[in-house]
């Protein structure tokens, strides 16, 4: 079929809300659930739920009168060929259960087409910039940073297998008051090498790296004045390599400084006044951030003369839509939960619809080896970098634990689970699953067969593993709807686990030669969707392990 199944029965039965007057009644988005049973179907509804309380009447009652016109719905389309049943289950949930003949033909695409099969054109080529990570350039990237790093790229690979003209972009905040902070720490390092008795204050960067970099400006001849800048430079370089190394590249790095020295912070103001959203008061000036939903109004220019961070942040989404991104993602830590209403108000006084621009708050890691947590502090340089994790686990364990928890859940990252090589490390479980069908392929003697005749795969095992092949659409759907890659790799485990169960019970390589051909192409449909879902999620596909 060519249009995506899961939208084609939401079409149903939206037809049959039509049909009785009570689509009204619905005050959010239809949309599907994936039962956690199989022996619930295929997709449920809980909409008959959801209209119980507006209509006054039981769930169920609702559910038999939508599935008879359900079905009469669907005898006038394609999908009278494809659905087996519709039952009313449980409280009053909808559930659809597909034909055979239906898992067999959509297979059968899948290895045909490969991964083209798989895309979806959702995105329509509109154009997407995902701002991530973002740390100052003030110290080695932390696990935090870290996390931020393997969700957005991620995301970003999502969106564009999904059709979206997707870019990268880091925003370098490489200017105010942290910068001189890092000078000042910078200066008193050089002068304790040069055995100067020095009172380093406690809110300075204290780290090991800060007496590398003094080193470096020493030898440069570096003046005190330019310190600040040349550590930002130093240490951007290490986080540049240190993402790289994670398989993290962005499309551009926007520098703070570049924007200050610009016009579009004041053009931005201009066009602000305009509307008359800036106003003065007690010699400063404030943005009217109240008119669009924000507690209190916010100052943008203080009253020496000096921008708050929300100034240049306007003017920086102000811009992002001048270059002719319609959809804006952010990536923050949870500390800046409290600047989205006065960012989304900023957006909407600039004339823009707030709902093109998608905050997303990526929680913070604690990193955990020997059962225990790894204390952290960023200004004091005791925390795990980037560049640990990586040493320690590798990029491809690294990339699939950060991303494994949703990004609104603080995530536990285990350093002794993550090395194991055995079924308890999620990323080793997938892969190894990868690497096993690719195994079976190598020593099979039959020749997979594209088209083979997929019928003969009657096993409950069989279908379980076809259906879970085929709800890869749905996953990357909640993925994008949440901004959220996490729902992917908990996709991974359970296609594993279903080809495993398959796997433990029947042979592959079997007597007969056609069933053989069927279920080599069982195995390698399952091998095809564990391949892309593990290079979107950035992490390798092995062979042999």
Known sequence: MKENIQDQIIGLVKEALKETGQASSLTEELYLDIPGASRFGDFSTNVALRLSKALNKPPREIAVDLIGRINKQAEKSPLKNYIKEIKVEGAGFINFYLEPKYLYQELEVILKKEKEALRLDLGKNEPVLIEFVS??????????????????????????????????????????????????????????????????????????????????????????????????????????????????????????????????????????????????????????????????????????????????????HDDKYKRGFKWLINLWGPDHH??????????????????????????????????????????????????????????????????????????????????????????????????????????????????????????????????????????????LKTQDPYMLTVYLQELSETFHKFYDLHRVLTDDANLTQARLGLIEGTRILIATGLDLLGVSTPEKM
């Open 135 to 316: 740390a100052n350039p003030t110290g080695a990237l932390s696990v935090a940073h870290a996390r931020q790093a393997a969700v957005g790229d991620a995301l970003a690979n999502i969106l564009s297998f999904l059709g979206f003209k997707v870019s990268r972009e880091y925003y370098l905040n490489d200017e105010g008051n942290q910068i001189n902070i890092l000078g000042k720490s910078v200066e008193l390092r050089m002068k304790e090498n040069s055995a100067e008795k020095t009172d380093f204050p406690e809110n300075y960067y204290q780290g090991e790296y800060i007496y590398d970099i003094a080193k470096k400006a020493k030898e440069k001849k570096i003046k005190t004045e330019d310190l600040g800048d040349f550590a930002a430079k130093f240490i951007l370089d290490i986080i540049k390599k240190e993402l790289d190394d994670f398989g993290v590249r962005f499309d551009c790095w926007y520098s703070q400084k570049g924007l200050g020295k610009s016009d579009k912070i004041p053009k931005a103001f201009e066009l602000l006044k305009k509307k008359g959203f800036l106003y003065e008061q007690e010699g400063a000036l404030w943005f009217k951030s109240s008119a669009f939903g924000d507690d209190k109004d916010r100052v943008v220019l203080k009253s020496d003369g000096t921008y708050t961070y929300l100034a240049p942040d306007i003017a920086y």
């Open 338 to 479: 409290g600047y989205i209403s006065r960012l989304k108000a900023s957006v909407a006084a600039l004339g823009r619809d707030p709902a093109s621009l998608s905050i997303v708050i990526v929680q913070l890691a604690t990193i955990f080896r020997d059962g225990l947590p790894i204390q952290m502090s960023t200004r004091r340089g005791e925390y795990i970098t980037l560049r640990e994790v990586l040493d320690e686990v590798g990029r491809d364990a690294a990339r699939f634990f950060f991303i494994m928890r949703r990004t609104s859940s603080h995530l536990d990252f285990d350093l002794d689970v993550a090395k194991a090589q055995t079924s308890e490390n999620p990323v080793y479980y997938v892969q190894y699953a990868h690497a096993r069908i690719c195994s079976i392929l190598r020593s099979a003697t039959v020749k997979l067969n594209k088209n083979a005749d997929l019928a003969l795969l009657k096993e409950k095992e069989e279908l379980d593993l076809i259906k879970k092949i085929l709800q890869f659409s749905y996953i990357l759907n909640a993925c």
